[in-house]
C-alpha cells in the first residue's frame, strides 16, 4: 500500500508538472507582444538566458559525472538545435505578426504534422485515429488562415505554419535520434539564436522595461523545458500529450486578460476545431494506454 501510495504522489506530481510547463510556455505570446525590441534581439536575449539556465540544470542532472559528458552533443545534436534554432525564429516573429491566438492554434497541429512526417520517412506508422484528427485539424487551420486573407497578420499565420512544421521535424528527429541529449540541445539551440543575433543587432540597446521582460522571457522559456522534462518523466506520455494541450487555451485567454487582444471570430472557430481534434486524440491515447496490453490488442 505504501508503494502505491508513493506511485500517486509521483503521478500527481508528473501531471502538476506538465500542465505547470504549458502555462509557463503559454506566455511566449503575451511577453514576445509585450517587449517593443525587434525579432533578432528577442531571440539573443532570450536564447543567451535560456542557454544559461538549461545548462545550468544540464549540470544538475548529471552531477558526479564528467562534465565533457555530460555536455557532449554529437553532430545529431546540433542538427537539432539548429532545426530548434530556425523554429524558434520564426515562433518569435510571427507573434510580432499576428494575433497570439492564431500562432497558439497553429501550434497545437504540430503533433498531426510530426505524425506525418515520420509516416513519410518509414519512421513510424500513420494511424487511422491520427489520420482522421490531423484532417480536422486542417480543416481548423484553414479557417484560423482564412481570416487574415488580406489583412497584416497573413504573413505572421504563414511564419507560425513554418514554424510548426519545424517543430514537427524536431518531435520526428528526437524520436528518430534516442541517444541525443533532447534538453541539452535545446538549450544549445537557444545559445546558437544568441550568438547569431549578436551578430544582427546590438542586444544592449534595449530600454530597462524591455531588459527586465528579455529576462523573464528567457527564464520562462528555461522553466518550462525543465518542468517539461521533469514532468514527463513521471507519467505516460500519452498522459503529458493531454495535459499539454492546456498550453493553447491558456496562450489565448492569457493574451485577452494581459493584451486585451480579441482576434476575429475565425480564430476562435478554427481554435474550437483544432482543439477538439487535439484533445479528443490524445485522450484516445490516454483511454489505450491506460487499458491492459491484452485488451489493446483487440
Known amino acids: 500500500m505504501a508503494g502505491q501510495g508513493s506511485e500517486i504522489k509521483?503521478?500527481?506530481?508528473?501531471?502538476?508538472?506538465?500542465?505547470?510547463?504549458?502555462?509557463?510556455?503559454?506566455?511566449?505570446?503575451?511577453?514576445t507582444k509585450l517587449i517593443t525590441s525587434d525579432t533578432w534581439t528577442i531571440a539573443c536575449w532570450r536564447g543567451l538566458l535560456g542557454a544559461l539556465f538549461v545548462a545550468l540544470y544540464v549540470a544538475w542532472r548529471g552531477r558526479g559525472q564528467p562534465l565533457a559528458r555530460?555536455?557532449?552533443?554529437?553532430?545529431?545534436?546540433?542538427?537539432?538545435a539548429t532545426v530548434?534554432?530556425?523554429?524558434?525564429?520564426?515562433?518569435?516573429?510571427?507573434?510580432?505578426?499576428?494575433?497570439?491566438?492564431?500562432?497558439?492554434?497553429?501550434?497545437?497541429?504540430?503533433?498531426?504534422?510530426?505524425?506525418?512526417?515520420?509516416?513519410?520517412?518509414?519512421?513510424?506508422?500513420?494511424?487511422?485515429?491520427?489520420?482522421?484528427?490531423?484532417?480536422?485539424?486542417?480543416l481548423g487551420?484553414?479557417?484560423?488562415?482564412?481570416?487574415?486573407?488580406g489583412a497584416g497578420s497573413l504573413l505572421g499565420d504563414g511564419l507560425a505554419l513554418l514554424m510548426t512544421l519545424g517543430?514537427?521535424?524536431?518531435?520526428?528527429?528526437?524520436?528518430?535520434?534516442?541517444?541525443?541529449?533532447?534538453?541539452?540541445a535545446g538549450g544549445m539551440s537557444a545559445f546558437q539564436?544568441?550568438?547569431?543575433?549578436?551578430?544582427?543587432?546590438?542586444?544592449?540597446?534595449?530600454s530597462p522595461k524591455d531588459a527586465l521582460l528579455l529576462v523573464l522571457f528567457g527564464l520562462s522559456f528555461a522553466l518550462a523545458v525543465i518542468l517539461w522534462t521533469e514532468g514527463t518523466r513521471r507519467i505516460a506520455a500519452a498522459e503529458s500529450a493531454l495535459f499539454g494541450t492546456?498550453?493553447?487555451?491558456?496562450?489565448?485567454?492569457?493574451?485577452?486578460?494581459?493584451?486585451v487582444e480579441l482576434p476575429p471570430a475565425s480564430s476562435f472557430i478554427g481554435g474550437v476545431i483544432v482543439l477538439s481534434a487535439v484533445v479528443s486524440h490524445a485522450w484516445y491515447d490516454f483511454v489505450r494506454d491506460a487499458k491492459p496490453k491484452h485488451a489493446q490488442a483487440r
Not at 16 to 21: D, K, P
Open 10 to 31: 509521483v503521478h500527481r506530481l508528473g501531471v502538476l508538472l506538465v500542465a505547470t510547463s504549458a502555462l509557463v510556455y503559454s506566455l511566449t505570446g503575451v511577453l
Open 141 to 149: 487551420v484553414t479557417v484560423v488562415v482564412s481570416g487574415g486573407l
Open 246 to 259: 492546456a498550453e493553447t487555451p491558456f496562450a489565448i485567454i492569457l493574451a485577452w486578460l494581459i493584451l
Open 84 to 138: 530548434g534554432s530556425l523554429s524558434s525564429l520564426a515562433f518569435i516573429a510571427a507573434f510580432k505578426l499576428t494575433y497570439v491566438a492564431n500562432v497558439a492554434v497553429i501550434y497545437a497541429t504540430a503533433p498531426f504534422m510530426a505524425a506525418a512526417l515520420g509516416w513519410l520517412a518509414a519512421v513510424e506508422t500513420f494511424r487511422r485515429a491520427t489520420m482522421a484528427a490531423a484532417a480536422l485539424s486542417l
Open 167 to 184: 517543430n514537427a521535424f524536431y518531435m520526428v528527429l528526437i524520436r528518430a535520434f534516442r541517444d541525443t541529449p533532447a534538453v541539452l
Open 70 to 80: 555530460v555536455f557532449r552533443l554529437g553532430w545529431k545534436g546540433w542538427v537539432l
Open 193 to 206: 539564436l544568441f550568438v547569431l543575433g549578436w551578430f544582427v543587432v546590438d542586444p544592449l540597446a534595449v
